[in-house]
C-alpha cells in the first residue's frame, strides 16, 4: 500500500459547536505504529492536532484510544495491521468527555479506582521489623502479580457495556484493582472496600460480558477478577445467613 488514510476525530469544545472527522495520508514504513504516525502527522502536517501517549512502549497507559472503533494502545497497533481497506479511523475513548480531539477528561474513572482503596490496608498486628513478606502458592501469587500490571489505560473501562449505560458502574480497572488487595493476603481493608464492592454499581453490575479481559492490552483477565470478588461477597452472604 503507497499510501494509508487517516481519519481522525476533530473536536475542540471551547471552539467547535460540533465534532468532525479529518482526513490525512500518510507513507506507511514497515514497524510504523499508530501512536508515531501521529507524531509524524502533528509535526509534518498539523501541529492543532492533540492526543495524549508518553512513554511508546505499552507501559504508561496514556495513548488508549479508539482504532477502527476498538479501544487500543496506539504505540502498540501496528499501522500496517490497522489500515485493512487502507483507512485508519481514529477516535477518542468511548465515555469520557472529550478534552480536545483525541484527549478525554479520566477525571471520572480516577475517581472510581480511589473508592476501592488500592493500596494493602494493614491489619492491627504490629508492623514487622522488615518487610510484610507475601506467602502465597506460586498460582495465586501468579495470579495477583498479573492484576498488579494494569497500567490504567482505561481500555477496559471504555469497552464495558455496562459502564456505557450505567455510569456510576465502578468498571473492570478499579475492580482489578480492588481483587489485587482483596486477594492478598497481607491486607485487612475488606470491611472499607465493601461499600463500594457490595453495591449494585459494584461487582454485582458486571454482567460478564468479556469484552474488558479481551481488550486488555495487558493481557489482564479483568472478567475473571470480577468473578472472584463476586465469589468472596457471595461466600460472605452465605455466611451471615447462616450465622442468623
Ligand atoms: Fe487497561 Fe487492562 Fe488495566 Fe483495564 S485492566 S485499565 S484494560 S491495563
Ligand atoms: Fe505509553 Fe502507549 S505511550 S502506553
Same mark, same amino acid.
Given at each position: 500500500m503507497d499510501e494509508i488514510s487517516f481519519r481522525i476525530f476533530r473536536f475542540d469544545p471551547s471552539r467547535d459547536a460540533e465534532a468532525r472527522y479529518q482526513l490525512y495520508r500518510i507513507r506507511p514504513e514497515p514497524g510504523l505504529t499508530v501512536l508515531s504516525a501521529l507524531v509524524n502527522l502533528r509535526e509534518e502536517?498539523? $501541529? #492543532?492536532l492533540a492526543f495524549r501517549a508518553s512513554c511508546? #512502549? $505499552?507501559? @504508561? $497507559? #496514556? %495513548?488508549a484510544m479508539l482504532i477502527n472503533g476498538r479501544a487500543r494502545l496506539a504505540c502498540k497497533t501496528q499501522v500496517a495491521e490497522a489500515a485493512g481497506d487502507g483507512t485508519v479511523t481514529l477516535e477518542p475513548l468511548r465515555g469520557f468527555p472529550v478534552l480536545k480531539d483525541l484527549v478525554v477528561d479520566q477525571s471520572d474513572f480516577w475517581e472510581k479506582l480511589v473508592r476501592v482503596k488500592p493500596w494493602l490496608i494493614p491489619g492491627p498486628e504490629p508492623a514487622p521489623e522488615r518487610e510484610r513478606l507475601m506467602r502465597l502458592p506460586a498460582q495465586q501469587f501468579d495470579e495477583l502479580s498479573r492484576a498488579s %500490571? =494494569?497500567?490504567? =489505560?482505561?481500555c477496559c473501562y471504555a469497552e464495558c457495556p455496562m459502564e456505557g449505560r450505567h455510569r456510576a458502574y465502578l468498571g473492570p480497572a478499579a475492580l482489578v484493582k480492588a481483587y489485587r488487595f482483596e486477594a %492478598?493476603?497481607? %491486607?485487612?481493608g475488606s470491611a472499607e472496600r465493601r461499600g463500594a464492592l457490595d453495591h449494585p454499581d459494584g !461487582?454485582?453490575? @458486571?454482567?460478564? !460480558?468479556f469484552r474488558c479481559t479481551e481488550a486488555c492490552p495487558k493481557e489482564i483477565d479483568a472478567a475473571w477478577a470480577i468473578q472472584q470478588l463476586q465469589r468472596r461477597l457471595a461466600a460472605r452472604h452465605l455466611r451471615l445467613k447462616g450465622d442468623a
Open positions: 502536517q498539523d $501541529g #492543532s511508546r #512502549s $505499552g507501559i @504508561c $497507559g #496514556s %495513548d %500490571d =494494569c497500567i490504567f =489505560c482505561a %492478598d493476603p497481607r %491486607d485487612a !461487582v454485582w453490575r @458486571c454482567h460478564h !460480558v
